[in-house]
């Protein structure tokens, strides 16, 4: 994925989070920015391991390689449970059951 494509997709993100407050507070707002950061490199995340696989095989010197498990699954799972947390702490601030419920919509669409 291209940096560019990435920020399309947090810009995307954050214009669908933020059109179901009201009031974006400056928490909110951070909040905002983290999740779409979080949701575009998920997407980038997901991309490289179906290219690369959940191991890689490694080499280093004096003859040593084998396989290893792919580092980047286990920034995907981190990233993974941060976005998460966030859409959580957002629904926790959405002001209505309505807006509850599109946040609840996105954070099942990103598993």
């Known amino acids: 994925m291209t940096e560019k494509k990435r920020k399309s997709l947090q810009t995307a993100y954050k214009k669908n989070l933020s059109g179901m407050f009201d009031n974006i507070t400056p928490a909110i707002e951070v909040l905002l920015n983290e999740t779409a950061f979080l949701a575009g490199h998920l997407d980038e995340l ?27 699954v286990n ?29 609840k919509a996105f954070m099942g669409s990103r598993g």
């Not at 993974?80 to 946040?103: F, G, R």
């Open 46 to 72: 997901k991309e490289d391991i179906n290219k690369e696989g959940t191991v890689v095989e490694y080499r280093h010197g004096g003859g040593q390689s084998g396989v290893k498990p792919n580092p980047k």
């Open 75 to 103: 920034n995907y799972v981190s990233f993974h449970k941060s976005l998460v947390s966030n859409i959580k702490q957002l629904i926790a601030m959405a002001p209505d059951k309505t807006e509850k419920d599109a946040l």
